[in-house]
């Protein structure tokens, strides 16, 4: 079955960075839009960032254009999420997903597969 394993997360300082990692498996890694969403307690989880099957293709939700870095490695079945000038704002839980489509969806409707989640913390 479709296995979606996150990791990477922490506590770290606001201006600092993490790189998140997402390791899939039971699936056509190459076939899949991959994305990241986060949730914060009491709030909807949000897209973060998403990225086409080939890579050739990314979309940022506005708030971490700029900031954070979206690249897959289809020979590794991976997908990595590189944020840099972390703010407190960014303290959420972190989360991998996969859709079989051909672009990217930022409603977490679209989305069929889903990780544990990775807790990222940003201290001020």
């Known amino acids: 079955q479709v296995q979606l394993v996150e990791s990477g997360g922490g506590l770290v300082q606001a201006g600092g960075s993490l790189r998140l990692s997402c390791a899939a498996s039971?699936?056509?890694?190459?076939?899949?839009?991959m994305a990241w969403f986060r949730q914060a307690p009491g709030t909807e989880r949000e897209f973060v960032s998403g990225i086409s099957r080939g890579g050739g293709s990314t979309h940022y939700a506005d708030s971490v254009k700029g900031r954070f870095t979206i690249s897959r490695d289809n020979a590794k079945n991976t997908v990595y999420l590189q944020m840099n000038s972390l703010e407190p704002e960014d303290t959420a839980v972190y989360y991998c997903t996969a859709a079989p489509r051909l672009w990217i969806a930022t409603s977490r409707h679209e989305y069929d597969y889903w990780g544990q989640g990775t807790q990222v913390t940003v201290s001020s």
């Open positions: 039971g699936m056509s890694f190459s076939s899949y839009v």
